[in-house]
């Protein structure tokens, strides 16, 4: 093989010359495709994204984020207009601004496998990509986030916004108190506290309620005593126990009737004498104030309230329907007439 002839001085410089303008051609190549680009409106190349942080074109600003692009299943259906996501949007694309929303029918194969895997109970629904995870809104409320394969459903519930459908009504579980025939054509679920002022102005109306209905409808009492009601608690062990003895209705008026002598209290003592002035086995009522039963069955109930979005009482399901606070007799007798199954 033969040795490189050596090139020239003036070889060197027509080469050095060859490459100057090779790479000043793509770099005004690069800038005339921004210009036309931007010129058109028809998108920005990677040198103008990787260089600006806010770029605009007729009708829109396209701003830069750090976070990533985060992708948002809504289970929801169209012809629900209570389902409607929108005011949610609204709100979550202020705190996560690089979300990409896509509506799922719920009756759809895809909304069907969602709704079975996260257990989703109301609609709309919202599920999203792990994208979130990598988000500050993430840090700040992981606590409503629930994980699956790498999916994150996320409960609204807690921030105010209400559930348009719910897709199954409460059922009854071992250990609630039930009022009338179990098998009644319609079940009526009141979560109550006993310290609460609501629900002693409710109490009364679905006493009424119950009088009237008590062979069509199952009445079923469930517990949601509220942190800041010291006695709440308390309360509603007290009323399982009295349940246990075939007293709750009695037991229950006395609570919403005298609820502000024992709210003022401390411990169990005025609950262990009303049960003796009631003519209930008092030592029967305080040992059943101590089992741990009483506390799975609080705790069961606060679960149930939870996976329906219910945070606050009284909160009553009319069938699937839920009633927020205490609403008045006519509207209690309405929801009630509608669910009934007609003739009954």
Known sequence: MEPKTPLTPEQRIQN???????????????????????ATGQGFSRHVVRDYDVLETPGKTWVAFKDPKVSLQIVTEADCEACSPKEALVWLRRVIPTLEASPVEAESELGQALIKRFHITSLPAFIFSD???KTDFYAQAQS??????????????????????????PS???????????????KVFVYTDFQCEYCKQFHKTLEDARKKHGKDVAFVYRHLP????????????AAQ????????????NQLFARQNEWGNQSGQRWFTNAAWQLRLDGRRFEACLGEEKQQDKLRADALSAENYG??????TFVGDTLLNGAVDAATLEERIAKALPQGE
Not at 18 to 24: D, E, H, K, S, T
Not at 150 to 169: I, V
Not at 179 to 186: F, S, V
Request: glycine fraction near 10%.
């Open 226 to 237: 509220l942190s800041f009601h010291a006695q709440a608690e308390n309360a509603a062990v």
């Open 131 to 133: 994208g979130v995870t």
């Open 310 to 315: 219910i945070s606050g009482t009284p909160s």
């Open 172 to 186: 009854i579980e071992p250990g609630d108190i039930v009022l009338g025939d179990q098998n009644a054509p319609l």
């Open 241 to 252: 126990c009295a349940a246990e003895q075939g007293k709750f209705p009695e037991y229950a």
């Open 144 to 169: 409503l986030f629930q994980e699956q394969d790498n999916r994150y459903a996320f409960n609204m519930a807690p921030l105010g916004l209400p559930a348009g459908k719910y897709l199954e009504a």
């Open 16 to 38: 050095l010359s060859a490459i100057v303008i090779l790479l000043f051609g793509l770099f005004a190549g690069s800038l005339f495709v921004d210009f036309v680009q931007l």
